[in-house]
């Protein structure tokens, strides 16, 4: 039992006053980083189990071999996102940037849910009521080109969110078009954006005013996550010629 051996050692080092910390923070990480990272990913749910009970029980050693291991390429994605569950417990705002990037580049809804609950648990601790509300300084679509024959706008969708208090908010934009012939699902945005700084996107899309229709509207909406509450909304009409 992986938890036995944990204790054993820990019993050992309490008696043997001739070993330094130095040397049981060693042991310690070199089995983190050989041993129980693997077994994270083990197919037996036993053993996986004995790893994350061994990478909890060393909280203050696991959180230098995770942050070490879990941005590497090389990484096993079935044990990368087991990672961040340990991210979500012990880690810090200074993980936020690698959260964000893994969050984004999920393959799928379940393991893109388990980044964002990591950074979800650290902007729980973190986070500090601030006195000014994120605001859309920027929200409009730029046509590109227009193709009167299927009554198509091809363009882009622009935005720009701006912080303007002096602490990190984490939030998500998500959009509602409204009169467009074929439904538009445009996927959920979320940003961690720090005190003072501005994030500027933009989306490209095609619309089609439905039949005696001549604009779609687009709905725009920024909520903070963890409290749900609403920092901003706006909407535009967005011309579409026949």
Same mark, same amino acid.
Not at 1 to 10: A, C, D, G, V
Not at 127 to 153: A, C, M, Q, Y
């Given at each position: 039992?992986?938890?036995?051996?944990?204790?054993?050692?820990?019993? @050992? =080092?309490?008696?043997?006053?001739?070993? +330094?910390?130095?040397?049981?923070?060693?042991? =310690? #990480?070199?089995?983190?980083?050989?041993?129980?990272?693997? &077994?994270?990913? *083990?197919?037996?749910?036993?053993?996986?189990?004995?790893?994350? *009970?061994?990478?909890?029980?060393?909280? &203050? @050693?696991?959180?230098?071999?995770?942050? #070490?291991?879990?941005?590497?390429?090389?990484?096993?994605?079935?044990?990368?996102?087991?990672?961040?569950?340990?991210?979500?417990?012990?880690?810090?705002?200074?993980?936020?940037?690698?959260?964000?990037?893994?969050?984004?580049?999920?393959?799928?809804?379940?393991?893109?849910?388990?980044?964002?609950?990591?950074?979800?648990?650290?902007?729980?601790?973190?986070?500090?009521?601030?006195?000014? *509300?994120?605001?859309? +300084?920027?929200?409009?679509?730029?046509?590109?080109?227009?193709?009167?024959?299927?009554?198509?706008?091809?363009?882009?969708?622009?935005?720009? /969110?701006?912080?303007?208090?002096? /602490? +990190?908010?984490?939030?998500?934009? +998500?959009?509602?078009?409204?009169?467009? #012939?074929?439904?538009?699902?445009?996927?959920?945005?979320?940003?961690?954006?720090?005190?003072?700084?501005?994030?500027?996107?933009?989306?490209?899309?095609?619309?089609?005013?439905?039949?005696?229709? *001549?604009? =779609?509207?687009?709905?725009?909406?920024?909520?903070?996550? =963890?409290?749900?509450?609403?920092?901003?909304?706006?909407?535009?009409? /967005?011309?579409?010629?026949?």
């Amino acid at each position: 039992m992986i938890l036995k051996r944990n204790f054993l050692i820990i019993i @050992f =080092v309490l008696f043997s006053s001739h070993i +330094s910390a130095s040397m049981i923070e060693e042991m =310690v #990480q070199n089995n983190l980083r050989n041993q129980w990272l693997t &077994e994270l990913g *083990d197919y037996s749910l036993a053993t996986r189990i004995r790893a994350m *009970d061994a990478f909890l029980l060393f909280p &203050e @050693f696991s959180l230098g071999v995770i942050r #070490q291991k879990v941005d590497n390429e090389t990484l096993d994605e079935n044990i990368r996102w087991r990672l961040a569950f340990f991210l979500g417990m012990f880690g810090s705002e200074n993980d936020v940037p690698v959260l964000m990037k893994r969050m984004h580049l999920s393959e799928t809804d379940y393991v893109k849910k388990i980044w964002k609950g990591a950074l979800e648990r650290i902007y729980s601790r973190y986070r500090i009521p601030g006195e000014k *509300d994120i605001f859309v +300084s920027r929200f409009t679509f730029k046509p590109s080109s227009l193709h009167p024959e299927v009554n198509n706008l091809n363009g882009e969708l622009i935005y720009k /969110v701006v912080n303007p208090d002096i /602490v +990190s908010r984490f939030f998500k934009v +998500s959009f509602h078009v409204w009169k467009n #012939q074929t439904p538009l699902n445009i996927p959920v945005a979320y940003y961690w954006l720090k005190g003072k700084q501005e994030t500027e996107a933009l989306i490209p899309l095609t619309l089609s005013a439905i039949e005696n229709g *001549d604009s =779609v509207r687009i709905d725009l909406g920024i909520v903070e996550m =963890v409290t749900g509450t609403r920092l901003s909304y706006q909407k535009i009409l /967005v011309p579409v010629s026949k």
